[in-house]
Structure formats: structure tokens, C-alpha cells
């Protein structure tokens, strides 16, 4: 298997926990999905940028500053010798190398409404930022990572991650924002398992993204999962159970 | 031509307006893609409820209080006695009932899709609002839908539609946010004419609701239209263009 794409994520240092970050997870499932092997490259965030580069991966933006901005997730595949960054753009990427027999991770003619859904999505679940961030730091990330992590957010958001945390009457009132932000999605899905009906496509792993985020900061057993899984019917539980097959 | 659908709009007083209002504006643009002939009844605002419940069109969602809340667009199909609002809903009864031979409004799976698009757009250009909600009924709306508008609007928001109107140094800022907010839509879209490539649906009549929206209340002669238009390699002015055809 020396052609085995290269998949770049970030560590955990929780044992039973297979990956953590939600951006990442969206490739991870995507490769899964297309039963393409792979093997991954734990990386720690301050080695992200010199990863990449040295693996010839470009930029996904820029800080406000100018310089480029390194994300995961990334792949390598040495097969056609790709290297590519940004979790839409390699599902772009991995449809038209490997368009398989399934149906595409983005559907002909969706590429828009599947941006703008992974937007909405995001935007939705803004209320469970303030609850995951610092709990990633503390019970996820490796001690490099951690500091990277909590200095970067700092400078990016003036406050330390661990203020984001809602106190005392607040924690009730945001869960309840939480809640009511994947009601918005399940709106959206209605009676439908999967965003676009019983097909699965790239926009259902947006959601899976930040429900594996949820599943493994808090841990399976703890009442914060078992209260998201349990939500609308139990179907976000479902998602993540019926997306794991692959 | 006793079958032509009823199709209830808001009415505006100034000369050379169709329509202005972004949510009719996807149904009127809807009836017209589908090439349906259709008659225009032009409902104030504080009419609505009443006309509606004399059409047998239900509401579309509730008051905080629990009143149902009666909204337009709304359409009366005499051929078949469908009687309903809201426009996604009606976009899904003319794709099941004059399926044509064009592609449909809401293509098969793509529900969600453009569900969670409508509302990030929405979201998107949420800095439009300020510019518009006071113009709007200073300049399009009779006496009696002004009054109401403004009243009710107050009641919502607890303030005065007017005091949203960005004063001095703030209104170059919060125009830069409107720019920015169609820039966002511009990303999703990248060189793609319609949100499904170059299939026109639902989602393009989502923006280009609000494109009229702006036309309409500032007229087609104003910098702001003139700026708005311009914008993103004018793709704005000419998606309007495009789809005044139909």
C-alpha cells in the first residue's frame, strides 16, 4: 500500500478517542465514505504550518496580517501526487479522482448549497463554541497544542478560552441555545435522515464533524452527549452511529 | 383564463415598483420561471390576516403570544384548490403540480440544501437591513401598511425603525458590511452564474429577492443600487438582468 493517500489530523491524548476536531473529521469520514485506504499524520498545531509546507500542501487563507494560514485538514495522495488543504476542496478533489459507484460527496450542480449549508451549520451551532473550546484544551489536546491553542485564540479573540465558559444560571440558558440550534438544522432536514434526502453527501459530515467534537470532548457516557444524542427524535445519536459504518 | 392562479402581494405607492418585497419576490420570480400565468392581488399589511383567512390560506407560524401569524406570499390555485403561503412551500407545490419541462425549483434532494441556503443568505445580508426597513416605508408603503410596518416592527424589536438607519461615520462602515455580506454569497457562488451552476432554482430567487428589494427602494438610478450592481464583477446587477426574463 506504498500509494496510500496521506491524511494529515490532529492528536488526541483521550484514551477511545479516535479524532477529535470537527473540520477534520469532515475529511475523515469523506475518505472513509469512498472506502479509500489511507493512513494518518497526528500533527500538533504549532507544527501545522511546517508540515504542510514540507509536504508541499498550500495555504488555505491569510492572517489579518498577510501571512498564509496552514490548516487541517490535508492530504497527500502520491497516486496522482496531489496535495491539497481545506476539507471541501479535497472532497472535491476525491469525487473527481475516485468518483466510485456511490453517489458524490457533492452532487453534481451542489456545490454552493453545500458551502452555504456547512455555513448555516456552523453559524447554528455558534452556542456550543463557548461550551467545547476550553474543555478541548484541557481534556484533548497535548501539552504543545494546548499552550499553541489557548495563546492563539487569545490573540484572535482577546479572551481566554476558558472565559467562554457560561457560569452558574448561564449554563442551563446556553444549553438551551445549543439545543435550539440543532432544532434549526433538524428543521431543515425534516423527515430526512440526510441533507439530501437518503443520500448521503458532504453536508451531512459537517454536522457529524461537530457531533463526533461533541462525542469525544465530553466522552460517550456523560450527560452532555447523551442529552445531544437523545435531541430531535434521537437523530443526531443516529447520524453519527449510521455514519461510522463506512 | 378563470383557472389563472391568485397570487397576494404587498402594493407599493411609488411609480415604475412591481414589487419590492424580498419574500414575494421569490414566488413572483417562481410563478414566472415556471411560465404560469397568474393575477396579482395587492394586500396592505394590516390586511393580510383577514384575506388570507377569507382565501383559506393557512398561517405560517405563530406570535410569541401564540396567535398564528398570517404572511405573504400566498397563492389560491382555483385548479386544484390548493390554497397556501410561504414561499419555499409554494416552490415545492408548483414543482409537484406543473412539473414543466425545466429544470425543477427545488431539484430532487437538493430541499435542505436550499433550505439552510435561504437562511445563510438571509444571514449573509443581515447589514442590509438597517438601510432598508426605514426607506422601505417612507418610500414604498401606503399610509395604512406604514403604519402597521413601523408599529409592529417596534413592538418586535423595541425600537424605532428609523433609529436603525446608521448615522455619520458609521454608515461607509456598515455599507463595507453589506458589500461584505454579498461578498460572502460571491464565495459560495465563485464563477458560477446561479447557486446550482447554470441551472437556475430556488436559491437564486432567495438573492435575487433581496437584489430587488434594494433596487426597489433606493430606484435604479441611486448610488447605492449603483453600487450594489457593481459589486463582485457586477454579477449582482446581471443576476437580476437574468432573471427579469422569465
Not at 38 to 60: N, Q
Request: hydrophobic letters at 40%.
Amino acid at each position: 500500500m506504498t500509494n496510500m493517500i496521506t491524511f494529515y489530523d490532529f492528536p488526541s491524548k483521550k484514551d477511545g478517542v479516535e479524532a477529535w476536531n470537527p473540520n477534520t473529521w469532515k475529511t475523515r469520514l469523506s475518505l472513509r465514505y469512498k472506502g479509500l485506504p489511507f493512513k494518518t499524520v497526528w500533527v500538533e498545531y504549532p507544527d501545522v504550518e511546517s508540515t504542510l509546507k514540507a509536504a508541499g500542501i498550500p495555504p488555505t487563507s491569510q492572517w489579518p496580517d498577510g501571512r498564509p494560514t496552514y490548516t487541517l485538514p490535508a492530504i497527500v495522495d502520491p497516486s496522482t501526487g496531489a496535495a491539497l488543504a481545506d476539507s471541501l476542496i479535497i472532497a472535491e478533489y476525491l469525487d473527481k479522482t475516485y468518483p466510485g459507484d456511490k453517489p458524490l460527496l457533492i452532487p453534481s450542480g451542489t456545490k454552493a448549497l453545500q458551502t452555504a449549508y456547512a455555513e448555516a451549520v456552523r453559524a447554528s451551532l455558534g452556542p456550543l463554541f463557548q461550551f467545547l473550546m476550553g474543555r478541548t484544551c484541557e481534556t484533548l489536546l497535548n501539552p504543545s497544542s494546548d499552550e499553541y491553542f489557548r495563546r492563539t485564540r487569545k490573540e484572535y479573540m482577546g479572551m481566554d478560552i476558558d472565559a467562554l465558559a457560561p457560569q452558574g444560571e448561564r449554563v442551563k440558558e446556553e444549553w438551551k441555545n445549543v439545543e435550539a440550534g440543532f432544532g434549526k438544522i433538524a428543521t431543515w432536514l425534516k423527515a430526512d435522515e440526510f441533507a439530501m434526502g437518503n443520500t448521503v453527501s458532504f453536508a451531512d459530515f459537517v454536522v457529524a464533524g461537530f457531533l463526533e467534537w461533541c462525542k469525544n470532548v465530553w466522552g460517550e457516557d456523560s450527560q452532555q452527549w447523551k442529552d445531544v444524542a437523545s435531541w430531535h427524535d434521537g437523530r443526531w445519536g443516529k447520524l453519527v452511529r449510521n455514519l461510522e459504518v463506512y
